[in-house]
């Protein structure tokens, strides 16, 4: 049985978001999801996706939360929650599984290979935050897409696993359980966002996705419908604000809102003698600048993002198998230019991905179709295919509890320290 709700919290460096939908059914009688409700407050406490304060990440959360639920009109019992920052690392690995020829591959030879995937060993303080197949091999052959039912002696699977700093992932874990709020799963923040915006197609063909958020970029690789290399780049929006703020001589504020409402990555488009004004503190009257200047200590950032983009793809020798390009998504990919940028430094198609009305999501708001919720939406959409795999794919433990729905992942508020 599917569940009633699904939850999401998106813990960001600039804003937190939590959303509630309900899980219903399309007319095709396909699982899909109704907004019920959503809220979002500006973030504090988080530095590079990362908890920095405990108490102040935990009261913002309760906020986002409260507004979510007012609008829902219930209560958040449980929830897929969002991870990211410099923390993560990521690593592939291989797991076996011997398959009774008789049955077949069962759920259970999927698990154990994944399993054993997962058993590599870890420096201490790290944690595995997900084991995800990247393909899988049914005797000698390769690239098999669903192994469930084949017949074969043995079954191996590729597997990337991405972990994360206990410390990390202890603090965000407080943070949210002590609302009263279990922790479906732990979702990689870049995974997320791909739900909400790659299209299957690109997913098989192979894409990159960058998700330019407020204080960090995070990179994801898919290819055959699988993700295949993940990267967190300690760079993003309030890099480009700050530049401004230097640059202009003014406070990140100020620099903040010149940005959001003049600012271009390309200063060529801007006419020289263009003056755009604020009110900067401490001054009597607002000061004018020019715009021109502003696009330009945006550009030499914009090319920074975009360069380390682009060595990060080519250090990990994948950037001959991204045929579909790369998919810019997060606030930041919202500013006029990047995706000019992007095309002329990556030499590759590019666009912006949104988390838009493609989704099997009804009643997702116009706002909520911004980029900046790519992570939050997808977090959702993560949380129904957890429901889909359920139905169509039921493994069962000996206890006869589905694993795909009790899984690793599950934090329960219940085991929270007193
Ligand atoms: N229209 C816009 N033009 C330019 N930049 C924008 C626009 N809207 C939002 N941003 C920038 O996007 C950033 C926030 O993006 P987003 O909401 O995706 O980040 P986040 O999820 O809070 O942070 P992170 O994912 O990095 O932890 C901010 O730096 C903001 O200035
Ligand atoms: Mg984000």
Redesign the pocket.
Known sequence: MPREIIAAI?V????ICALMAAVTHDSLGNLALEMLGSGVTP?RG?RR?VVMDVPEVTAAIGEAVEEAEREAGRQMTSAYVGI?GSHIATMNSTGISPVDSRRGITGENMQQALEAARAVSLPENREVIHVIARNWKVDDQDGVQQPLGMSAIRLEVDAHIVTGTATAINNLAQCVLSHGIDIDEFVL?PLASGEAVLTPEEKQMGVIMA?I????T?LALFRNHGLWHTTVLDV???H??RDVAVGLRAPFEVA?DL??RY?HLNPERIAADEQVWAKVFGDRSERTFSRRFISQILEARGEEICDLIKEKVEESSYAQMVPAGVVLT???S??PGFVEMARRRFNMPVRIGHPGQHLPIQGLSRELQK??FA?SVGLLLWGLREDQRALHAPVYTESGESVWLNRMGRWLRGLLPD
């Open positions: 998106d960001g460096t600039t804003k973030s988080i996706g990211a923040e998700d958020g407020g204080g960090t995070d993003g929006g309030n480009l604000t903040e940005k959001l600012g997060g606030g930041s919202q500013l980029p900046s992570t």
